[in-house]
């Protein structure tokens, strides 16, 4: 699978979250002026958190207990952003439409999240030792 990507920024799921993660970015900037420090950071973080980690997880490939690691972290944080849309929607700062669509994104975020995890060894760069005695 990695033959095909040379960085994270390549990866689907990458393209996917930091798209959902610029969507959040401008919706929160209407919400209200007393959410500036509460919802609106916490939905921003946690929706950044996920590329973030990504390409953290892109960096730890030679070593699949890190890699999977920081793509559970990615996980995570696409749960936390889930939640957040939530508690826009019931505060009334989106529409349902909007809040759908989103929450729709997050779950396809979470299933790519969760193959890499399942086919971890598939992503794993080889150790050059390995490769030369191929």
């Not at 970015?25 to 921003?44: A, G, M």
């Not at 759908?100 to 995890?117: A, D, G, K, N, P």
Request: aromatic share 10%.
């Amino acid at each position: 699978m990695t033959a095909f990507a040379k960085s994270h920024k390549e990866l689907r799921v990458y393209k996917n979250s930091f798209e959902s993660a610029m969507e959040i970015f401008r919706i929160t900037k209407t919400f209200p002026s007393e959410e500036k420090y509460s919802l609106v950071d916490q939905i921003r973080r946690s929706s950044r958190s996920v590329c973030t980690n990504l390409s953290e997880a892109w960096r730890k490939r030679r070593y699949k207990a890190a890699f999977i690691a920081k793509l559970s972290d990615s996980e995570t944080e696409a749960c936390e952003t889930q939640v957040h849309l939530e508690f826009a929607l019931a505060c009334g700062y989106m529409d349902q439409k909007t809040a759908s669509q989103l929450e729709e994104r997050y779950e396809q975020i979470l299933s790519q999240l969760v193959l890499m995890i399942d086919k971890a060894d598939s992503w794993l760069i080889a150790p050059k030792q390995r490769q030369n005695k191929k």
